[in-house]
């Protein structure tokens, strides 16, 4: 079993920084991918970005490309995302979800957390 937990989420002016944590627990994660995706009211999940646990393939939606950085901190099984230059349309849940590299589907999903900018 797989445990995420996401923290960091708040409110914070548009322009302004975030930086959210996605802690992991349970299993070791050398092959496993971690995503963060979002979701705002009355909207679908959508991908934000991916790592993988070695850091070597990183991926990011092109809404967040140049304003948000994944990245790793394998001591502490932690997931970060640095998020800079927020906008309104920033505002969702944000989740953490693992899944394994050779498999397209996220198994594994933290409860979310709440990041809003205002405008």
């Known amino acids: 079993q797989v445990q995420l937990v996401e923290s960091g989420g708040g409110l914070v002016q548009a322009g302004g920084s975030l930086r959210l944590s996605c802690a992991a627990s349970?299993?070791?994660?050398?092959?496993?991918?971690i995503g963060w995706f979002r979701q705002a009211p009355g909207k679908e999940r959508e991908f934000v970005a991916a790592?993988?646990?070695?850091?070597?393939?990183?991926n990011y939606a092109d809404s967040v490309k140049g304003r948000f950085t994944i990245s790793r901190d394998n001591p502490k099984n932690t997931v970060l995302l640095q998020m800079s230059s927020l906008k309104p349309e920033d505002t969702a849940v944000y989740y953490c979800?693992?899944?394994?590299?050779?498999?397209?589907?996220?198994?594994?999903w933290g409860q979310g957390t709440q990041v809003t900018v205002s405008s």
């Open positions: 979800a693992a899944r394994r590299a050779v498999t397209p589907k996220y198994d594994y």
């Open positions: 790592i993988t646990w070695s850091g070597s393939v990183i």
């Open positions: 349970g299993r070791a994660f050398s092959s496993y991918v």
